[in-house]
């Protein structure tokens, strides 16, 4: 994973979009620390987000209103999820990471991403051993579907 998304940081550096480049390495970063210890930490993901107000391809105010729109969402439906099944489906972190991509890249696309990241992330809970009621570091997913997302934004969203 961190292999693909330095790939994507290069790409973007040398297509000429070096503004992500910051995303793609802290997602690369995101990916791997989730895919080994389950957390995605705020000590990246929260700066993440506060760099995408500032450097994403929005205006301040409309980043950080993108940013609070994709967590109220998320944060509602984790809400929902655990009121009707009694436990939590979704994690902070994800929810925090999601946040961000909307700060950098606009509501739209971090709704496209999540799509895409729950498409990619499907066949990997399914093959676990234990099956798809065991946690899920679903961080790594999100890094790649943003990554994709990042590299050919016209050719993600023509999936959905």
């Keep these: 994973m961190a292999l693909l998304l330095g790939l994507a940081a290069g790409l973007l550096a040398a297509g000429g979009d070096a503004g992500l480049v910051p995303l793609a390495l802290v997602l690369a970063a995101l990916a791997w620390i989730d895919a080994r210890s389950g957390l995605l930490p705020d000590a990246l993901t ?6 995408g107000w500032l450097l ?3 205006d301040p105010a409309a980043a ?3 940013s609070a729109l994709a967590w109220a969402g998320l944060a509602g439906m984790a809400w929902l999820y655990r009121r009707v099944r009694g436990r939590d489906g979704f994690g902070g972190g994800d929810m925090k990471c999601l946040a961000a991509l909307a700060g950098w890249l606009g509501l ?6 999540l799509w895409l990241a729950c498409v990619l992330g499907l066949p990997g809970s399914l093959g676990r051993r234990g099956g798809w009621r065991r ?4 961080g790594p997913c999100i890094a790649l ?9 016209l050719a993600v969203q023509s999936w959905f």
């Design 64 to 66: 950080v209103g993108a």
């Design 56 to 58: 994403g391809a929005r």
């Design 46 to 51: 929260l700066p993440l987000m506060a760099a």
């Design 135 to 138: 946690p899920y570091p679903f």
């Design 145 to 153: 579907a943003a990554g994709a997302w990042m590299l050919a934004p």
């Design 108 to 113: 739209e696309a971090a709704v496209g991403i």
